[in-house]
């Protein structure tokens, strides 16, 4: 099937915590988006990634890192985890200006 | 930077009821993108308008542009329970970046 996909779909552990999700493309799309929803639906991006070019919101603490071994991947580390990093994350891909497929979510909590 | 309002955040209606959310820009789009969530789902794309003033009917939603391409509404006619959810407007710049806005929750009664 062609989508996007991400790993886990669910991720409990505790603060102080390392983890990594990971997020696979077979589109064929250029760029590739990280999103998190808060437990109000708000949807912000905190990455995007295009032909090796990483744009960054501002706004994401560095204790996350984006990681794009190729252009069908881009994963997610989170170091030192924090109670207010539970969410879900979403994945994303487009190519070029076209709309955005999402990946079916993480859902991290934080204990 | 820019920033899409979206009203109301939440909108409770009995089933057959129409409903009407709105999505506002702080800059001229070049596009909006509208999204839905379905209840622990990921958002699905609906549509894309480019056109000021462009109306698009996909069954019973009806999606608007505004003629400053600044403000967007989508309509659904007599809803029913599979409508149920979030839709989120997203809109795009000329400087590539979608920002989403802030969804509105339906709730359909039966």
């Known amino acids: 099937d062609t989508a996007v996909s991400q790993t886990p779909k669910y991720l409990v552990t505790q603060m102080g915590n390392d983890k990594s999700i990971k997020c696979e493309q077979n589109?064929?799309?250029?760029?590739m988006y990280w999103y998190k929803q808060d437990s109000k639906k708000f949807l912000k991006i905190m990455f995007s990634y295009n032909n090796k070019e990483l744009i960054i919101n501002e706004t994401v603490p560095n204790r996350f890192s984006p990681k794009s071994p190729d252009k069908a991947h881009l994963n997610l580390h989170i170091n030192s985890l924090e109670l207010g990093d539970s969410a879900v994350y979403f994945c994303a891909s487009s190519q070029g200006a076209s709309p955005l497929h999402f990946g079916n979510g993480t859902r991290l909590t934080v204990t | 930077g820019q920033q899409v309002m979206q009203i109301p955040q939440y909108q409770h209606v009995q089933e057959g009821e129409d409903f009407t959310t709105y999505c506002n820009s702080s800059?001229?789009?070049?596009?909006i993108q509208w999204y839905k969530q379905r209840p622990g789902g990921h958002p699905v794309f609906l549509i894309q308008l480019v056109k000021s003033g462009e109306v698009k009917k996909q069954k019973r939603l009806t999606f608007q542009f505004g003629e400053a391409k600044k403000n967007s509404s989508l309509h659904i006619t007599a809803t029913q329970t599979t409508d149920v959810g979030t839709y989120f407007c997203?809109?795009?710049?000329?400087?590539?970046?979608?920002?989403f806005g802030s969804g509105t929750q339906l709730t359909v009664l039966p």
């Open positions: 997203a809109g795009d710049s000329s400087a590539r970046q979608l920002t």
């Open positions: 589109l064929g799309h250029d760029t």
């Open positions: 800059t001229t789009l070049s596009n």
